[in-house]
């Protein structure tokens, strides 16, 4: 039963471009939570989805930032126009309808030069 | 709103010496309580959980934390380090199911030969 897969993971921009970056749950998991990691600090939580519809995003930044998680396909998050700033590694995690645990993917990191 | 404080960031403890982390939590209700360790550059691996009953939790590779509701703490211990325990270990806390979950910063274990 493979975890959750993230991917790329490394990536590399250029200031102002942009970054997306993937996430495949658990088989069975409905439920997907991204987490920013930046240098020498803890997770920060950004965004909660559920297929089609973002629960909660109380976490992300009010621009560039937006994440997807569609009927078919991989969740998304999407930085346009990235900074320095957001640089970081980015960590994707999935749970089951009814539980509380999240398991979490490799994580991508993010350098923008 | 929910926090965690782990208040030591560095920890350097000896091979085959006894270990205890430190985490405390802020949450007015009953907590659901989790350890995550990191190894550099990969993702979080959950330790073990505390979501209620018996307040001393077993987790994987020898771990176990103890749920003290009177000092809000939930420390992660083991009786003997091996070399290959060197890592950061999260404390996290979330309030339920579907919900984000908010980790400590943190802390840096480094374990000497």
């Known amino acids: 039963n493979a975890g959750v897969m993230q991917n790329p993971r490394h990536l590399v921009r250029r200031r102002g471009q942009e970054a997306r970056l993937r996430c495949s749950p658990m088989?069975?998991?409905?439920?997907v939570y991204w987490y920013r990691q930046l240098p020498e600090e803890g997770l920060k939580f950004m965004v909660y989805?559920?297929?089609?519809?973002?629960?909660?995003e109380s976490g992300m930044p009010k621009e560039r930032f937006s994440a997807e998680f569609p009927k078919e396909g991989p969740s998304i998050l999407r930085i346009q126009q990235v900074v320095r700033g957001d640089s970081a590694a980015y960590f994707c995690?999935?749970?089951?309808?009814?539980?509380?645990?999240?398991?979490f993917g490799p994580g991508t990191r993010l350098t923008v030069t | 709103a929910q926090s965690v404080t782990q208040p030591d960031i560095h920890i350097t403890v000896s091979e085959g010496a006894s270990l205890e982390l430190r985490c405390n939590y802020s949450y007015g209700a009953t907590p659901y309580l989790f350890w995550y360790v990191q190894s550099p550059g990969q993702g979080l691996q959950l330790l073990l959980k505390?979501?209620?009953?018996?307040?001393l939790v077993q987790g994987i590779k020898g771990f176990e934390a103890e749920f003290k509701r009177s000092q809000s703490s939930f420390n992660l211990r083991k009786p003997s380090v091996h070399w290959s325990d060197a890592a950061e270990y999260f404390c996290?806390?979330?309030?339920?199911?579907?919900?984000?979950?908010?980790f400590g910063t943190g802390t840096r274990l480094q374990v000497t030969l």
């Open positions: 995690a999935s749970s089951a309808t009814g539980s509380h645990e999240q398991y």
């Open positions: 088989k069975g998991h409905s439920h």
């Open positions: 989805l559920q297929k089609e519809n973002i629960i909660d």
């Open positions: 996290a806390v979330n309030t339920g199911t579907a919900s984000k979950l908010t």
């Open positions: 505390y979501f209620s009953g018996d307040t």
